[in-house]
């Protein structure tokens, strides 16, 4: 199974990533860098949901509902007259539920990094979200999981790159980041220092965000 990084790097990708941008009105290479990095980000907050039994049941429910993948079949029409105001709040809902009390500190620490205002950052993550539940269900039917006990292993598969448990541990303290303080100068500190750490985390950048 192909990683979510690598659909970005697609033909497909690479539609989602114009698509978002023009209805967003933000910068098309700084939309892709916003992407790059929150899309993992949100992978992982949806694993960690996906842990409690509960989670994982709401999750599939959601891509066998709502979110089974059909939204990727008409991205002309979804970004053709700009996209309608239902599936940016559909998005909102869906950000609100994945990432809770978490949702500003992540866009603060995007945000920092892509070189955009957090609010941009929500924008185009609002957009992104029912696009990205949609590959989750697509790639649901394609590997014929059909209960709650697959949807981690799915979740990890899509990860790809970002297996490693240094990489695994960054997501997680970019997820903690709560928007009031010394973690999201930790984490932008991170993102923006390149190679303090040699080997560490600032090393990681290159695989897991794709060299930006």
Do not use: Y
Request: cysteine-free; aromatic content about 2%.
């Amino acid at each position: 199974m192909s990683g979510i990084l690598d659909l970005l790097n697609s033909d497909l990708g690479k539609s989602i990533i114009s698509g978002v941008a023009g209805s967003t009105g933000n910068d098309q290479s700084k939309t892709g860098d916003v992407l790059t990095m929150a899309l993992p980000v949100l992978m992982k907050a949806m694993q960690r949901n996906a842990s409690t039994p509960q989670g994982a049941e709401g999750l599939m429910g959601a891509i066998q509902g709502k979110h089974n993948g059909s939204i990727l079949d008409n991205l002309g029409g979804l970004f053709g007259g700009g996209v309608e105001e239902e599936v940016k709040t559909d998005g909102s809902k869906i950000l609100g539920h994945i990432l809770g009390g978490k949702q500003s500190g992540v866009e603060s620490v995007i945000g920092q990094k892509a070189g955009i205002d957090a609010g941009s950052v929500g924008d185009i993550l609002k957009v992104a979200a029912p696009i990205l539940m949609g590959v989750l269900g697509k790639q649901a039917q394609q590997s014929n999981v059909s209960s709650s006990n697959g949807i981690g292993d799915l979740l990890g598969g899509l990860l790809g790159g970002s297996d490693t448990q240094q990489e695994q541990s960054f997501l997680e303290k970019i997820l903690d980041a709560d928007g009031d303080g010394s973690v999201v100068d930790d984490v932008a500190g991170m993102l923006l220092g390149g190679d303090k750490k040699k080997g560490g985390l600032g090393g990681l950048l290159g695989g897991l965000f794709g060299g930006k």
